[in-house]
């Protein structure tokens, strides 16, 4: 069992900068080659992918946040950060953070992923 908490969520103008954190924690963190993720669900629309992370490195964004977000692991590899840059009102939403094995080409599969935070509240204002 894996527990995730999301932190850092708040209110900022268009422009401006948030940093996201997961923090996981439970026995089944001890598997090694995880994923953790990011995924946003605005009010009233599905939930969508923002950045993946492999345990030993490589990610993966959504287009939509290419060059504004940076996703990065600690070195225990059980937080994620998810650094948002020059925010846009079309990122506000509720952000959950997962951790799981998928297979790469499911990376930015909500479903694929074994475990989710209960999620951290974005709004950008204009």
Known sequence: ??????SGG???QAG???RLSCVASGPGLLA?????AWFRQ????GREAVASIVSDGPTTYADSVKGRFTISLNDAMDTSYLQMDSLEVEDTGMYYCTVGRPLSADAMVFTSYKYSGRGTQVTVSA
């Open 32 to 36: 090694p080659s995880r994923r953790m």
């Open 42 to 45: 605005p009010l009233g629309k």
């Open 10 to 12: 708040g209110s900022v």
């Open 1 to 6: 069992q894996v527990q995730l908490l999301e």
């Open 16 to 18: 401006g900068s948030l």
